[in-house]
């Protein structure tokens, strides 16, 4: 059981890292992108409505 326990955890280990590096960099990419996502719709529509009630 411990063999098998070191085996996962310590086999290919340079692998593992780079692959967890990836994974960051992934996330970081995608979280950046839903951010931008989730503030252009906002801005979008404070600017229409500013504009509008400049306009009356």
Same mark, same amino acid.
């Not at 996330?27 to 950046?32: E, G, L, P, T």
């Not at 906002?42 to 504009?51: D, K």
């Given at each position: 059981?411990?063999? !098998?326990?070191?085996?996962?955890? &310590?086999?290919?280990? &340079?692998?593992?890292?780079?692959?967890? &590096?990836?994974?960051?960099?992934?996330?970081?990419?995608?979280?950046?992108?839903?951010?931008?996502?989730?503030?252009?719709?906002?801005?979008? !529509?404070?600017?229409?409505?500013? !504009?509008?009630?400049?306009?009356?």
């Amino acid at each position: 059981m411990i063999a !098998t326990l070191k085996n996962i955890f &310590f086999e290919n280990w &340079f692998r593992k890292i780079i692959s967890l &590096f990836v994974a960051i960099i992934i996330w970081f990419v995608v979280h950046d992108s839903l951010d931008i996502r989730r503030s252009t719709p906002t801005t979008t !529509t404070q600017l229409e409505e500013t !504009t509008i009630s400049n306009a009356s």
